[in-house]
Protein backbone atom coordinates (compact mmCIF):
# COMPACT_ATOMS: atom_id res chain seq x y z
CA UNK A 1 0.00 0.00 0.00
CA UNK A 2 1.29 3.50 -1.21
CA UNK A 3 2.17 5.65 2.19
CA UNK A 4 -0.59 8.11 2.94
CA UNK A 5 -1.04 11.83 1.69
CA UNK A 6 0.00 14.03 4.52
CA UNK A 7 -2.11 16.85 4.94
CA UNK A 8 -0.85 20.10 7.10
CA UNK A 9 -3.99 22.01 8.62
CA UNK A 10 -3.48 25.92 9.52
CA UNK A 11 -6.02 26.98 11.86
CA UNK A 12 -6.00 28.88 14.91
CA UNK A 13 -9.80 27.47 16.75
CA UNK A 14 -8.78 24.68 18.60
CA UNK A 15 -11.37 23.00 18.35
CA UNK A 16 -11.68 22.88 14.72
CA UNK A 17 -8.71 22.13 14.29
CA UNK A 18 -8.82 19.43 16.33
CA UNK A 19 -12.49 18.01 14.78
CA UNK A 20 -10.62 18.49 11.10
CA UNK A 21 -7.66 16.42 12.11
CA UNK A 22 -10.28 13.86 13.89
CA UNK A 23 -12.40 13.11 10.57
CA UNK A 24 -9.29 13.05 7.84
CA UNK A 25 -7.45 11.01 9.89
CA UNK A 26 -10.09 9.00 9.54
CA UNK A 27 -10.57 9.21 5.87
CA UNK A 28 -6.82 7.28 5.97
CA UNK A 29 -4.60 10.88 5.49
CA UNK A 30 -1.86 11.84 7.85
CA UNK A 31 -2.45 15.05 9.40
CA UNK A 32 -0.36 17.76 11.28
CA UNK A 33 -2.30 21.03 12.66
CA UNK A 34 -0.51 24.63 13.53
CA UNK A 35 -1.96 27.40 14.89
CA UNK A 36 -0.18 30.27 13.56
CA UNK A 37 1.10 31.26 10.15
CA UNK A 38 4.71 31.35 11.07
CA UNK A 39 4.64 27.92 12.02
CA UNK A 40 3.24 26.72 9.24
CA UNK A 41 6.07 28.43 7.30
CA UNK A 42 8.48 27.14 9.17
CA UNK A 43 7.43 23.63 8.48
CA UNK A 44 6.85 24.18 4.84
CA UNK A 45 10.06 26.65 3.95
CA UNK A 46 12.65 24.88 6.18
CA UNK A 47 16.10 26.58 6.32
CA UNK A 48 17.62 23.38 5.44
CA UNK A 49 15.11 20.90 3.78
CA UNK A 50 15.37 17.51 5.77
CA UNK A 51 14.09 14.39 6.26
CA UNK A 52 12.53 14.93 9.24
CA UNK A 53 10.16 17.25 7.86
CA UNK A 54 8.73 15.02 4.77
CA UNK A 55 6.77 17.15 2.32
CA UNK A 56 2.99 17.85 2.57
CA UNK A 57 0.86 16.77 -0.37
CA UNK A 58 -2.33 19.50 0.50
CA UNK A 59 -2.26 22.59 2.81
CA UNK A 60 -5.66 23.59 4.42
CA UNK A 61 -5.49 26.86 5.67
CA UNK A 62 -7.63 29.23 7.42
CA UNK A 63 -7.35 33.09 6.37
CA UNK A 64 -8.22 34.27 9.52
CA UNK A 65 -5.18 33.47 11.80
CA UNK A 66 -3.39 35.96 14.30
CA UNK A 67 -0.18 37.97 12.83
CA UNK A 68 0.15 36.84 9.40
CA UNK A 69 -2.97 36.09 7.42
CA UNK A 70 -3.73 33.08 4.70
CA UNK A 71 -3.37 35.43 1.98
CA UNK A 72 0.48 35.97 3.34
CA UNK A 73 1.01 32.49 4.07
CA UNK A 74 0.28 31.12 0.89
CA UNK A 75 1.92 34.41 -1.02
CA UNK A 76 4.98 33.89 1.23
CA UNK A 77 4.70 30.19 -0.05
CA UNK A 78 4.66 30.91 -3.58
CA UNK A 79 7.29 33.39 -3.55
CA UNK A 80 9.77 31.23 -1.70
CA UNK A 81 9.30 28.54 -4.01
CA UNK A 82 6.67 26.05 -2.38
CA UNK A 83 4.08 25.47 -4.70
CA UNK A 84 2.59 22.49 -2.80
CA UNK A 85 -1.52 22.52 -3.25
CA UNK A 86 -3.15 24.58 -0.88
CA UNK A 87 -7.18 24.83 -0.09
CA UNK A 88 -8.10 28.01 1.94
CA UNK A 89 -10.64 28.46 4.17
CA UNK A 90 -12.47 32.20 3.84
CA UNK A 91 -15.32 33.82 5.78
CA UNK A 92 -18.65 33.53 4.14
CA UNK A 93 -20.04 36.41 2.23
CA UNK A 94 -16.78 37.73 1.43
CA UNK A 95 -15.99 37.49 -2.21
CA UNK A 96 -13.09 39.11 -2.37
CA UNK A 97 -11.33 37.16 -0.25
CA UNK A 98 -11.93 34.42 -3.20
CA UNK A 99 -9.93 36.76 -5.71
CA UNK A 100 -7.16 38.01 -2.94
CA UNK A 101 -6.88 33.97 -2.29
CA UNK A 102 -6.26 33.14 -6.12
CA UNK A 103 -4.37 36.10 -6.43
CA UNK A 104 -2.16 35.02 -3.47
CA UNK A 105 -1.40 31.95 -4.84
CA UNK A 106 -4.02 29.30 -3.56
CA UNK A 107 -5.69 26.36 -5.54
CA UNK A 108 -9.06 25.92 -4.19
CA UNK A 109 -11.45 27.91 -1.27
CA UNK A 110 -14.10 26.55 0.38
CA UNK A 111 -16.54 29.24 2.62
CA UNK A 112 -16.84 28.76 6.34
CA UNK A 113 -18.87 27.04 7.68
CA UNK A 114 -18.44 24.58 5.81
CA UNK A 115 -20.14 20.44 5.44
CA UNK A 116 -17.87 17.93 6.06
CA UNK A 117 -17.86 15.84 3.24
CA UNK A 118 -17.98 19.29 1.26
CA UNK A 119 -14.29 19.91 2.74
CA UNK A 120 -13.09 15.78 2.04
CA UNK A 121 -14.56 16.58 -1.64
CA UNK A 122 -12.18 19.49 -2.59
CA UNK A 123 -9.44 17.49 -0.77
CA UNK A 124 -9.64 14.87 -2.62
CA UNK A 125 -10.22 17.11 -6.32
CA UNK A 126 -7.02 18.40 -5.15
CA UNK A 127 -5.17 15.49 -4.76
CA UNK A 128 -7.01 13.95 -7.93
CA UNK A 129 -5.66 16.85 -10.27
CA UNK A 130 -1.90 16.34 -9.14
CA UNK A 131 -2.14 12.92 -10.61
CA UNK A 132 -4.47 14.33 -13.18
CA UNK A 133 -1.94 16.90 -14.41
CA UNK A 134 1.08 14.70 -14.26
CA UNK A 135 -0.11 11.68 -15.85
CA UNK A 136 -2.78 11.00 -17.74
CA UNK A 137 -5.48 12.74 -20.42
CA UNK A 138 -8.73 13.91 -19.65
CA UNK A 139 -11.29 10.94 -20.87
CA UNK A 140 -13.68 13.51 -22.58
CA UNK A 141 -14.19 12.12 -25.95
CA UNK A 142 -14.10 15.43 -28.09
CA UNK A 143 -10.85 16.32 -26.53
CA UNK A 144 -7.68 16.72 -28.60
CA UNK A 145 -5.31 14.20 -27.98
CA UNK A 146 -3.56 15.44 -24.87
CA UNK A 147 -0.10 17.42 -23.81
CA UNK A 148 0.34 14.63 -21.48
CA UNK A 149 3.43 15.65 -19.28
CA UNK A 150 4.85 18.35 -21.36
CA UNK A 151 3.32 20.54 -24.05
CA UNK A 152 6.02 22.91 -26.33
CA UNK A 153 4.60 26.03 -28.33
CA UNK A 154 7.34 27.89 -30.54
CA UNK A 155 9.98 28.44 -27.96
CA UNK A 156 7.95 28.10 -24.96
CA UNK A 157 7.31 24.76 -23.08
CA UNK A 158 4.63 23.78 -19.98
CA UNK A 159 6.08 21.03 -18.21
CA UNK A 160 2.84 19.97 -16.35
CA UNK A 161 5.15 17.31 -14.41
CA UNK A 162 7.30 19.32 -13.10
CA UNK A 163 4.74 22.56 -12.30
CA UNK A 164 6.32 25.06 -14.55
CA UNK A 165 6.79 27.01 -17.62
CA UNK A 166 10.17 27.65 -19.81
CA UNK A 167 10.67 30.26 -22.32
CA UNK A 168 13.03 32.67 -22.32
CA UNK A 169 15.81 31.13 -20.64
CA UNK A 170 13.77 31.23 -17.50
CA UNK A 171 11.59 29.09 -15.85
CA UNK A 172 8.25 29.91 -14.08
CA UNK A 173 6.35 27.55 -11.47
CA UNK A 174 3.12 27.27 -11.83
CA UNK A 175 0.53 26.38 -9.17
CA UNK A 176 -1.82 23.62 -9.61
CA UNK A 177 -4.59 25.88 -10.47
CA UNK A 178 -2.53 27.79 -12.89
CA UNK A 179 -1.35 24.33 -14.75
CA UNK A 180 -4.29 23.03 -13.85
CA UNK A 181 -6.53 25.90 -16.21
CA UNK A 182 -3.73 26.06 -19.14
CA UNK A 183 -4.02 21.96 -19.42
CA UNK A 184 -7.60 22.79 -19.98
CA UNK A 185 -6.96 25.46 -22.66
CA UNK A 186 -4.55 23.58 -24.62
CA UNK A 187 -6.47 20.36 -24.54
CA UNK A 188 -8.90 22.33 -26.16
CA UNK A 189 -6.62 24.08 -28.48
CA UNK A 190 -7.76 26.30 -30.78
CA UNK A 191 -11.77 26.36 -29.34
CA UNK A 192 -13.25 29.34 -27.50
CA UNK A 193 -13.66 27.96 -24.03
CA UNK A 194 -15.99 29.66 -21.91
CA UNK A 195 -15.37 30.93 -18.85
CA UNK A 196 -18.43 29.25 -16.91
CA UNK A 197 -16.91 25.99 -18.43
CA UNK A 198 -13.09 26.85 -16.85
CA UNK A 199 -14.97 26.99 -13.50
CA UNK A 200 -17.06 24.18 -13.43
CA UNK A 201 -14.35 21.72 -15.11
CA UNK A 202 -11.14 23.19 -14.01
CA UNK A 203 -12.24 23.96 -10.16
CA UNK A 204 -15.86 22.37 -9.80
CA UNK A 205 -17.34 25.29 -8.75
CA UNK A 206 -21.33 26.50 -9.63
CA UNK A 207 -21.26 28.46 -12.65
CA UNK A 208 -22.93 31.30 -10.55
CA UNK A 209 -19.04 32.12 -8.76
CA UNK A 210 -16.96 35.33 -9.98
CA UNK A 211 -15.70 34.67 -13.05
CA UNK A 212 -13.11 37.51 -12.35
CA UNK A 213 -11.15 34.96 -10.95
CA UNK A 214 -10.93 33.26 -14.11
CA UNK A 215 -9.57 36.53 -15.55
CA UNK A 216 -7.00 37.03 -12.85
CA UNK A 217 -5.66 33.90 -13.58
CA UNK A 218 -5.15 34.47 -17.63
CA UNK A 219 -3.33 37.62 -16.38
CA UNK A 220 -0.63 35.99 -14.62
CA UNK A 221 -0.45 33.04 -17.16
CA UNK A 222 0.34 35.54 -20.03
CA UNK A 223 3.03 37.21 -18.42
CA UNK A 224 4.81 33.21 -18.79
CA UNK A 225 3.47 32.31 -22.14
CA UNK A 226 3.47 35.47 -24.30
CA UNK A 227 6.60 37.81 -25.78
CA UNK A 228 4.12 40.87 -25.11
CA UNK A 229 1.28 40.09 -22.40
CA UNK A 230 -0.79 43.62 -23.32
CA UNK A 231 -0.66 41.75 -26.78
CA UNK A 232 -1.19 38.20 -26.41
CA UNK A 233 -1.19 35.92 -29.00
CA UNK A 234 -1.46 32.53 -27.20
CA UNK A 235 -3.92 33.38 -24.43
CA UNK A 236 -6.44 35.32 -26.75
CA UNK A 237 -9.85 37.11 -25.13
CA UNK A 238 -12.45 35.71 -27.18
CA UNK A 239 -15.00 38.32 -26.53
CA UNK A 240 -18.22 37.69 -24.29
CA UNK A 241 -17.16 34.31 -23.94
CA UNK A 242 -13.60 33.59 -22.26
CA UNK A 243 -10.43 32.35 -23.65
CA UNK A 244 -8.43 30.50 -27.16
CA UNK A 245 -5.55 28.50 -26.02
CA UNK A 246 -3.65 29.19 -30.02
CA UNK A 247 -0.24 27.40 -30.20
CA UNK A 248 0.95 28.74 -32.84
CA UNK A 249 -0.31 32.09 -34.38
CA UNK A 250 -0.62 33.59 -37.56
CA UNK A 251 0.05 29.68 -38.73
CA1 LIG B 1 -9.20 31.37 12.24
Known amino acids: MS ?6 IVEDEQHLAEGLRFNLEA ?5 RAVETGEAALELLIPE ?3 AAHPAFDLV ?3 VMLPVKDGFTVVSEMRQAGQFVPTLMLTARGRPEDVLDGF ?4 DDYLPKPFELSILIARIRG ?7 LRATPPAAGNAKPSAKDSFAFGEKSIHFDLLEVRAGGKVYPLTLMEASILRFLIDHEGKAVSRKSMLQ ?9 DTRAIDNFIVRLRRYVEDDPAHPRHLVTVRGI ?3 FVAAPGA
Do not use: F, N
Open 126 to 132: LLRRKQW
Open 3 to 8: SPDRIL
Open 103 to 106: AAGA
Open 27 to 31: EGYQV
Open 242 to 244: GYR
Open 48 to 50: TPD
Open 60 to 62: VLD
Open 201 to 209: EVWGLREDT
